[in-house]
């Protein structure tokens, strides 16, 4: 699929919304830093946010997750991009403290820009891997994903 390397320790997934949010699209990149990854995203066209009613849960600010399968292959569209698998967790930590586990994405009026260090990794260890952004919040501590419901954007890492 994706080659072990990438140019000068970078990386891209480009998002999609899929059927359950459609007017997603967004950017995610990658980039090598001392001591571990830079990672800054941009994305337009996420639900506005709605508090929590009842017993229904808010939707945003957004679960953002890199996820172990590098498709986002939509299949059910009622719930999206499961071929992705759960969340990328190569040292087998428990929810909240897994590599893949990102920062929440705050919609402003459907957009959203973030920059965030990691040293989980570098960009060659996530090439081909997907990127998902969810409906609800990330918790950080319900097993195994944090309770941060449908999946509603993909795209999968490759070299930049």
Not at 12 to 22: C, D, E
Not at 137 to 145: E, G, I, V
Request: charged fraction near 20%; proline fraction near 9%.
């Amino acid at each position: 699929m994706y080659g072990r390397e990438s140019v000068n320790g970078a990386a891209v997934a480009y998002l999609r919304g899929g059927p359950l949010a459609p007017h997603i699209t967004g950017v995610v990149c990658f980039r090598d830093v001392p001591g571990g990854c830079e990672v800054w995203v941009e994305v337009s066209g996420l639900p506005r946010y709605r508090p929590a009613m009842g017993s229904e849960d808010p939707v945003g600010p957004h679960g953002f997750h890199l996820h172990m399968h590098g498709t986002c292959t939509v299949g059910d569209p009622e719930d999206p991009f499961q071929d992705a698998g759960g969340h990328w967790n190569p040292d087998g930590q428990p929810h909240g403290n897994h590599a893949g586990d990102f920062p929440v994405l705050f919609s402003n009026n459907g957009y959203a820009r973030m920059c965030f260090f990691t040293n989980r990794f570098k960009a060659k260890d996530i090439l081909g891997k997907a990127v998902i952004i969810h409906r609800n919040p990330d918790d950080y501590r319900t097993q195994p994903a944090g309770d941060a419901g449908k999946r509603l954007a993909c795209g999968v890492v490759q070299p930049y």
